[in-house]
């Protein structure tokens, strides 16, 4: 073989070296553009679609967690991909940064209602309900004037909530308070500590109280309710 025969060898080796290369840092490169097109997962519900029953049906819970807490996640993915500033930003931090924001009115919508959903699911367990305990309990005898008190106004900021909405128990200057949040609002928003909700949107018991909300509210803070997480969330 001539010299210039192996040089034009060995350049030729080099090319398709470097085209391999290329090729390869493309193969590993394509899983993370997948990924960054999609950042939010679905959080898995903390017990079966049946546990809440009788109060809540799994049916409402099928539908609830499988067609609207996921649809607020992909439409968030969905939207997040023509936001790549914000698409790796955690919940709480998407959600102020966009709050305010008239431009990313449907960003914030679909991320406070994926948060606000996977609260709600741990605001409640099986054989949940009755009245706190603890550190909690004092909270609420000292902050709120005690359970009845507070299970008098939880119910009121439950049912006074015009249309679609949320109840909340949170943390403001160090007391306990309650408040209530129309459509997506969330105390998020305020950097505010929420310790339980209740979800008031007309898909999360109408398939199982039609238009009687009261007795919804009822059975939630009788047999839902979870003081455990509460407590958690109090420190």
Known sequence: MTTSLA????????????????????????????????????????????????VISSRTIGFHYGKHHKGYVDNLNKLLADAPDLAELPMPELIKTTTANPNRTAIFNNAAQVWNHTFYWHSMRPGGGGQPTGKLKEKIDS????????????????????????????????????????????????????????????HAYYLDYQNRRADYVDAWLDKLVNWEFAAKNLG
């Open 7 to 54: 040089a034009r060898l060995d350049e030729m080796d080099r090319r398709a070296f470097l085209l391999g290369s290329l090729a390869a840092a493309a193969v590993i490169a394509a899983p993370r553009i997948g990924r960054a097109a999609t950042p939010h997962e679905l959080p898995a519900l903390p017990y079966a679609e049946t546990a809440l029953e009788p």
């Open 143 to 202: 902050d709120l004037g005690g359970y009845d008190k507070f299970r008098e106004e939880f119910k009121k900021a439950a049912m006074t909530q015009f249309g679609s909405g949320w109840a909340w128990l949170i943390v403001k200057d160090g007391k306990l308070a309650i408040t209530k949040t129309a459509n997506a609002g969330t105390p998020v928003e305020q950097g505010l500590a929420a310790l339980i909700t209740i979800d008031v949107w007309e």
